[in-house]
Nanobody, 129 residues
Framework: QVQLVESGGGSAQAGGSLTLSCAASGPTYNVNSLAWFRQAPGKEREGVARIYTPTGVTYYDDSVEGRFTISRDNAKNTVYLQMSSLKAEDTAVYYC??????????????????????WGQGTQVTVSS
């Protein structure tokens, strides 16, 4: 099945920048949407941004609009999340996710009209104020 591996997490000061990467492998030919979610301790996992890979159309949660940019390199099967003007409340584990043929189930989440069922292991982002 599709496998996703995140990288680029770390610590940053408030107002700083950080870029995350997610490499997809396996049978990715039926994947047409990629997303970033985040989860802080004791909170639900929430969608941050997603991109429809054939066209590059994007959607952002209001909390990151204007500060984060999602992009993809289809040839490299990689999706990126450029984060700037970071805030302490951005601190969370960030997960890469993909939409594909895997049936919707308990591990699936909807975001911006797409359902995501493939997940990476997560990468920690810590922003100090």
């Amino acid at each position: 099945q599709v496998q996703l591996v995140e990288s680029g997490g770390g610590s940053a000061q408030a107002g700083g920048s950080l870029t995350l990467s997610c490499a997809a492998s396996g049978p990715t030919y039926n994947v047409n949407s990629l997303a970033w979610f985040r989860q802080a301790p004791g909170k639900e996992r929430e969608g941050v941004a997603r991109i429809y890979t054939p066209t590059g159309v994007t959607y952002y949660d209001d909390s990151v609009e204007g500060r984060f940019t999602i992009s993809r390199d289809n040839a490299k099967n990689t999706v990126y999340l450029q984060m700037s003007s970071l805030k302490a409340e951005d601190t969370a584990v960030y997960y890469c996710a993909a939409r594909g043929p895997k049936p919707e189930g308990p591990g699936s989440l909807w975001f911006a009209g797409h359902v995501f069922s493939y997940w990476g292991q997560g990468t920690q982002v810590t922003v100090s104020s």
